[in-house]
């Protein structure tokens, strides 16, 4: 039972730990020791959710499934009376050739897709797939929704997942699989073709030549969850605190700031993308002051009553205001805790 005069900080940050390109390091160029302290004086535990996604609906309380109705609960954020629809996430990518298979090396912002760009796509394939009464919406330029009036068993892989790897590999499977298959064929070959792709090769624009299908089904109800408040800027977020009392808030910049202002309760702090691996030295550089030592003398002081780091390596890092003045358990390099990538076995 959580003392309700205590704070409690929980923090999603995937890529804290790595992947760090070699490239980046080294890394005593950088004060990361804050970070370091929070991680050796933390108790580590093994965690089987390894995308923010499932990690998201397992902190909100949903009952494990394992088909998690993402599509379905992001549109809680727009609209409630789309309680109890089937919708599926089809987000537009780039698919490149590989030596035998194609490969999702594209996706989400860096896409550049603008809103314009996004509408008339959404809009040619409504119309190709009429007949097959799929709606395709745009909830931004970077994520599509199809809704369907007829519900699907599928079981399906995030974009997490599929990034940078063969997408034949993680194509969805079930009962109707073969029908969205077929879905997924289609649509590329539209988009293959389409004049805004022609435009965009001619801006040197990634083009836009897939969907990929992940996070059916539907939602009946929401979950109830314990959070006193919840920064982020993920629709998902938005949709699992849609009819309660919390308003989604920005991720702060400085700590220090924020925590002064921090009521008792639980606080989740949830970052969306993965820090890329060739700007970790200096993503980690500015929040070694504006997170980390803050965060470790909010702990040591007491203001903190205990802080769980989520950086989905498989592990997370739970420590408590007493843990944290622990002073025989000193700092290890941080290179101790990282994740470097191996080119020769990537490539």
């Given amino acids: 039972m959580v003392d309700q005069s205590e704070r409690h900080l929980s923090i999603i940050l995937p890529g804290m730990l790595g992947p760090v390109e070699p490239t980046s390091l080294p890394l005593s160029t950088v004060h990361l020791k804050p970070l370091s302290l929070l991680l050796a004086r933390s108790q580590a535990q093994a965690l089987e959710h390894n995308t923010v996604d499932s990690l998201l609906f397992a902190l909100f309380n949903y009952p494990p499934v394992e088909e998690l109705p993402v599509a379905a609960v992001t549109m809680q954020a727009l609209s409630a009376e789309e309680r109890g629809a089937w919708y599926i996430c089809a987000d537009p990518v780039l698919l490149v050739p590989g030596q035998s298979h194609l490969m999702c090396m594209g996706a989400g912002e860096e896409l550049q897709l603008s809103k314009a760009e996004s509408q008339a796509l959404i809009e040619s394939l409504n119309e190709h797939f009429a007949d097959r009464e799929l709606e395709f919406r745009a909830i931004n330029p970077h994520r599509w929704l199809i809704r369907s009036p007829k519900h699907y068993l599928l079981t399906t892989t995030s974009m ?81 605190l849609a009819g309660s009392t919390i308003t989604l808030s920005a991720v702060p910049d400085n700590m220090a700031d924020w925590l002064k202002a921090l009521p008792a309760g639980e606080h989740l702090i949830a970052v969306e993308h993965q820090i890329a691996a060739q700007n970790w030295t200096k993503v980690m550089a500015s929040l070694a002051s504006q997170w980390w030592a803050p965060m470790f003398d909010a702990l040591k002081n007491g203001q903190l009553e205990s802080v769980t780091l989520y950086p989905l390596n498989g592990t997370r890092y739970k420590i408590t205001s007493s843990m944290s003045r622990r002073w025989w358990k000193s700092a290890k390099q941080i290179h101790h805790y990282l994740d470097s990538i191996d080119y020769e076995k990537a490539y």
């Fill in 160 to 240: 997490a997942q599929v990034y940078g790897e063969a997408v034949e590999r993680r194509l969805p499977t079930g009962k109707d699989s073969i029908f969205w298959h077929s879905i997924i064929a289609e649509a590329q070959m539209l988009l293959h073709g389409h004049e805004i792709n022609q435009q965009r090769m001619n801006t040197n624009k990634p083009a836009i030549n897939g969907i990929w299908l992940s996070g059916s089904g539907t939602v009946a109800e929401l979950a109830a969850h314990n959070w006193s408040s919840v920064s982020g800027n993920m629709l998902l977020l938005q949709g699992m």
